[in-house]
């Protein structure tokens, strides 16, 4: 299983990045996703949740209305839009996934997100 993100950078408050995570080596269109992030001093917080076929999403609170998670199979790709970003969304990002479904998580490497004026 890989998985590699991208998109994150440094952003003012109330702007927007959208991160990818593209995955391979399992077959991701059987696969539901996660989205998680840790903050500086923080531990893990999960983010986001989409099911294989998109379909079934799930949001923590703290995201909740700004934040879009979506995927495109084709390109093996899942996606985290990110609005009205504040500088408490500062953190690495990671995408994960379960394939085998028996709790053998696997991680990306994450992305920096960093939010400052």
């Known amino acids: 299983v890989q998985l590699v993100e991208s998109g994150g950078g440094l952003v003012q408050p109330g702007g927007s990045l959208r991160l990818s995570c593209v995955a391979s080596?399992?077959?991701?269109?059987?696969?539901?996703m996660s989205w998680s992030r840790r903050a500086p001093g923080k531990g893990p917080e999960w983010v986001s949740y989409?099911?294989?076929?998109?379909?079934?999403?799930h949001y923590s609170d703290s995201v909740k209305d700004r934040f879009t998670t979506s995927r495109d199979n084709a390109k093996n790709t899942v996606y985290l839009q990110m609005d009205s970003l504040k500088p408490e969304d500062t953190a690495v990002y990671y995408c994960?996934?379960?394939?085998?479904?028996?709790?053998?998580?696997?991680w990306g490497q994450g992305t920096q997100v960093t939010v400052s004026s």
């Open positions: 989409i099911n294989s076929g998109g379909r079934i999403i």
């Open positions: 994960a996934t379960d394939p085998t479904g028996l709790g053998t998580w696997s």
């Open positions: 080596g399992f077959t991701f269109g059987d696969a539901d």
